[in-house]
């Protein structure tokens, strides 16, 4: 088989460079082992443009959001259903100092466009403990960014442009300027989209990820109806009816990416924090996140070898990194464009 190219890992980093390069009418083929534990299948996928004690912008979020909604929308319509959303979100201010931080912030003019003049809870309130007041944020989101990608695989299998297993190093040749071969298949370049499994890349391990496991909950909240995501310590985000999201823990040091019993705790403790009565617990999931050690993804190409490239280090926000950062990476593959000095794996070359 010959194609453009071949993309390693199909979370939402993978998904989003296949669907940018499949635009720009590049045949390219995904090799994943669909692990269980992959962040995309874990993560709420909440967009919040204000963020921090301080409440400062999101970094980049004033770039990064007109092509969420644009990219996310192309896909609704390419896979028939619904991933966005757009959703306010409540910070919970429990003292005067956080208050006077809010309005603040609030009055700055250049953040006019996130603070809403008069936050609303609505009949939730009923469900959540007394708090001194309520700062709400708008322009922000909620991806489904699982169903995304479980969809998106649907249409690769149906299209016969996914393999599913574990990529075998061993069996990778790109010894040839310009071409890599892979069991069979011939393309120009390989592109690494493993998440968090990139630390056993051999090529890219010298990148210094800073891994992080994140645990979440699924709760049940009868007669409850939020459509606004509300912050206070953890995030909780509505997910059906009745039913929530409840996260996330963060753990730099792990054995596996299994749930653990002491996340679980953790998090029923801040759940305690913010509802009157405990919620149903109805499920528990864990992932580790991409994360790197300044905080910024890693694009772009091996300094030694011009056929193998990667787009990683999503962090804690794949679902509004994703569709911007699939654009330029596919910009920088095809048509050589600069990348951001501050997501170019350039800036780690020196470590090689
Ligand atoms: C608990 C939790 C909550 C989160 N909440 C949010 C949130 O609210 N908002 C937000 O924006 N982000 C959130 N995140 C972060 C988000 O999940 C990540 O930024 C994003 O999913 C990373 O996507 P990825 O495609 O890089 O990696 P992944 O989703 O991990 O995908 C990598 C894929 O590559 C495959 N793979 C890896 N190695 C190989 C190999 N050698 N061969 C074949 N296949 C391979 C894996 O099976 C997997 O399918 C959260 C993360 C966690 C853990």
């Known amino acids: 088989m010959s194609v453009d190219y071949l993309i390693v890992g199909q979370g939402i980093a993978g998904t989003l460079l296949h669907f940018s390069l499949k635009k720009a009418g590049q045949k390219v083929v995904v090799i994943d082992n669909h692990h269980k534990g992959a962040a995309t299948k874990v993560a709420a996928g909440g967009i919040n443009p204000i963020t921090g004690k301080r409440y400062v912008k999101s970094?980049?979020?004033?770039?990064?959001?007109?092509v969420v909604r644009t990219v996310y929308a192309e896909l609704?319509?390419?896979?028939?259903?619904?991933?966005?959303?757009?959703?306010?979100?409540?910070?919970?201010?429990?003292?005067?100092?956080?208050?006077?931080t809010w309005l603040?912030?609030?009055?700055?003019?250049?953040?006019?466009?996130?603070?809403?003049?008069?936050?609303?809870?609505?009949?939730?309130?009923?469900?959540?403990?007394?708090?001194?007041?309520?700062g709400e944020i708008k322009n922000g989101g909620q991806v489904d960014i699982a169903l995304l990608v479980e969809k998106y695989k649907e249409l690769l299998f149906s299209n016969q442009e996914i393999l599913n297993e574990k990529l075998d190093y061993s069996q990778l040749d790109y010894s040839k300027k310009g071409a890599v071969s892979y069991k069979g298949i011939e393309s120009k370049a390989v592109i690494f989209c493993e998440g968090a499994g990139a630390a056993k890349n051999p090529f890219f391990n010298y990148l210094?990820?800073?891994?992080?496991?994140?645990?979440?909950?699924?709760?049940?909240?009868?007669?409850?109806?939020?459509d606004k995501i509300i912050r206070h310590r953890v995030?909780?985000?509505?997910?059906?009816?009745d039913e929530y999201?409840?996260?996330?823990?963060?753990?730099?040091?792990?054995?596996?990416?299994?749930?653990?019993?002491?996340?679980?705790?953790?998090?029923?403790?801040h759940l305690s924090s913010i509802f009157k009565n405990k919620p149903e617990i109805t499920n528990h999931q864990s992932a580790i996140r991409p994360t790197v050690k300044d905080r910024r993804p890693l694009l772009g190409v091996h300094p030694n070898h011009s056929n193998l490239f990667i787009f990683n280090g999503l962090?804690?926000?794949?679902?509004?990194?994703?569709?911007?950062?699939?654009?330029?990476?596919?910009?920088?593959?095809?048509?050589?464009a600069d990348l951001l000095s501050e997501v170019d794996i350039q800036r780690y070359s020196g470590k090689v």
């Open 235 to 241: 995030s909780v985000v509505p997910t059906q009816k």
């Open 59 to 66: 970094w980049k979020i004033e770039t990064l959001m007109p």
């Open 208 to 226: 210094p990820f800073e891994l992080s496991k994140g645990e979440a909950l699924t709760v049940k909240i009868k007669d409850s109806n939020l």
């Open 245 to 269: 999201w409840i996260g996330a823990s963060n753990s730099w040091e792990f054995e596996n990416d299994d749930p653990t019993q002491e996340a679980k705790e953790n998090l029923e403790e």
């Open 315 to 336: 962090g804690t926000k794949g679902a509004s990194l994703a569709p911007y950062l699939s654009q330029q990476m596919a910009d920088f593959i095809l048509n050589d």
């Open 76 to 100: 609704e319509a390419l896979l028939d259903t619904q991933f966005f959303k757009e959703r306010n979100i409540i910070r919970i201010l429990k003292n005067a100092g956080e208050e006077n």
């Open 104 to 134: 603040g912030r609030s009055a700055d003019p250049f953040y006019l466009k996130y603070f809403v003049e008069h936050p609303l809870i609505g009949d939730f309130e009923k469900h959540l403990n007394s708090f001194p007041s309520i």
